[in-house]
């Protein structure tokens, strides 16, 4: 069983049970946010491509209600799925910290790169390989399905409409090399770096891979607008919204008046 400790310039790091829950708390929504994303971003991108290959399908609208489902399924699965890596999670206290200063409180240290957490995170890492693939898959099919429709409407005299090719290739991009990223470290440091002194020195490596993650979908919406002429006139319409002038016309009114009228004397 491999086990490390954190390390500060080559010491043993001790912090307080509060600290230490801290950090296994922001893993476990980090494990919980990658999963959910991951399937977000790839039930969109299918759905896109189902919309565009079969555009009489009823199912190529997606309803509201549906689309809520699809979230909160989604984020309870991954939810369950980091809460087991929260429950095996070992916390133990620490009897001697080599600290330079007298210690206040009680220290604790988080025991990583057990037997089972090295197991739990290859999985979490073909989970990100699997997802990275199929995106990939389902973004070449949507170019496909684009490209045959663009074909079939050259004959007809329509106006420019937006080419989302390029858009749909850079998403495609980032979002394989995010994923692939954080599944091939995880698949190295089980079958390469396993019960070795440099697994510790590879497993530095994960917030690289959560730097990619965060870039990956900083960037999304800087594409979307600047390569899709929609998001620009959905934006701006949800920025700039006009005022609407609603006028109220009175009903006209007409007045009868009777032909016979009756003389008085």
Known sequence: MALALFEIEGRNFC????????????????????????????????????????PMSNWSQLKPKTGFLVIFFSILVSLIWSCVYFFQTTIEKVKECYNSEPLDYIPYK??????????????DGILSISFSFLYLFVAISLLIAILKNRKRRKSLKKEKESNPSMMIIFLAIS???AQ????????????VFQRYEEQELFESLNPFTLFLFILNSAIHAIICFA???????????????????????EPSRTLKVSSSTKKTY
């Open 180 to 191: 692939s990223a954080y599944g091939v470290l995880y698949l190295v440091n089980y079958f």
């Open 15 to 54: 912090a307080p049970y509060s600290h230490v829950m801290t950090e296994v708390i922001s893993r476990t929504i980090i494990i919980m946010n990658r999963q959910s994303s991951s399937f977000l971003v790839f039930f969109i991108a299918a759905y896109r491509a189902f919309s565009v290959i079969f």
């Open 227 to 249: 390569m899709s002429s929609q998001y620009r006139d959905t934006v701006k319409r949800m920025i700039c919204r006009k005022k609407e002038v609603i006028s109220i016309s």
């Open 110 to 123: 988080l025991v990583i790169l057990e037997r089972w957490e090295t197991k739990y995170l290859l999985f």
């Open 175 to 177: 979002v394989f090399i």
